[in-house]
């Protein structure tokens, strides 16, 4: 069965510092997501991302955070100057299509420790 | 704001037994509600997606009920196994003026007991 997979599992970095997660999204599917999730708390939307470009953001999602589609497979969210509030879980989605009952595939997520 | 409550916090069970986890939500306007799976340190996992008009949801053992008009939601396991053990989360699909968000709650972590 297709499933989003992510590297890395976990990556440690110090404050200030730059990071790229990485995705590969099921191959079929259009649409594509980055949530976080902080210890212990809820699943955040941070980004949706179709066509190349963003079609939605959240609050949290500010400059210091940018997506890209840089190849045909690879989907990529990356971290300017990373702080400690942004030690999380980062899980990348991906649909075929939005706005109805369209399934969201989860991956397995990349734990962010910032120190 | 959209906002997801879930009850309760968190739910221990025998193994075997069943039980009914709630969801209230305040999305509007609604386009979908979704029961997701989490296992500890995993992704979401989908268990339903109910629209407006489905009331109820059967998927295996869990099935899930949606009341539009009082903006309910709840999850129903049945002769629940030790592998139910995770967290249960709803989430609620907005559909307005071109924004698709899901909303999740904060989850119930469910722990089935020998």
């Known amino acids: 069965e297709p499933e989003v997979t992510q590297t890395p599992s976990h990556q440690v970095t110090q404050m200030g510092q730059e990071v790229i997660l990485r995705c590969v999204p099921i191959?079929?599917?259009?649409?594509f997501y980055w949530y976080r999730q902080i210890l212990g708390q809820k699943v955040e939307f941070l980004v949706s991302f179709y066509n190349n470009e963003i079609s939605e953001k959240s609050e949290i999602f500010d400059d210091q955070f940018s997506v890209e589609r840089p190849d045909g497979s690879n989907f990529t969210l990356k971290i300017r100057s990373t702080k400690l509030e942004d030690s999380a879980m980062y899980f990348c989605a991906s649909s075929e299509a939005t706005g109805g009952p369209y399934e969201q595939y989860f991956g397995p997520g990349t734990r962010l420790t910032v120190t | 704001k959209n906002q997801v409550e879930q009850s309760p916090q968190s739910l221990i069970i025998l193994e075997g037994k069943n039980c009914t986890l709630q969801?209230?939500?305040?999305?509007?306007?609604?386009?979908?509600l979704r029961w997701y799976k989490q296992d500890t340190g995993r992704g979401p996992v989908s268990l339903t997606i109910m629209t407006f008009s489905e009331n109820t949801k059967s998927n295996g053992r869990y099935t899930a009920t949606l009341d539009a008009d009082t903006k309910q939601s709840s999850l129903h396991i049945t002769a629940s196994q030790l592998s139910d053990s995770a967290s249960y989360i709803c989430?609620?699909?907005?559909?307005?003026?071109?924004?698709?968000?899901?909303?999740f709650g904060k989850g119930t972590k469910l722990s089935v007991i020998p």
């Open positions: 989430v609620v699909s907005a559909n307005g003026a071109g924004s698709y968000q899901l909303t």
């Open positions: 191959s079929n599917h259009l649409y």
């Open positions: 969801c209230n939500y305040t999305v509007s306007p609604f386009s979908n």
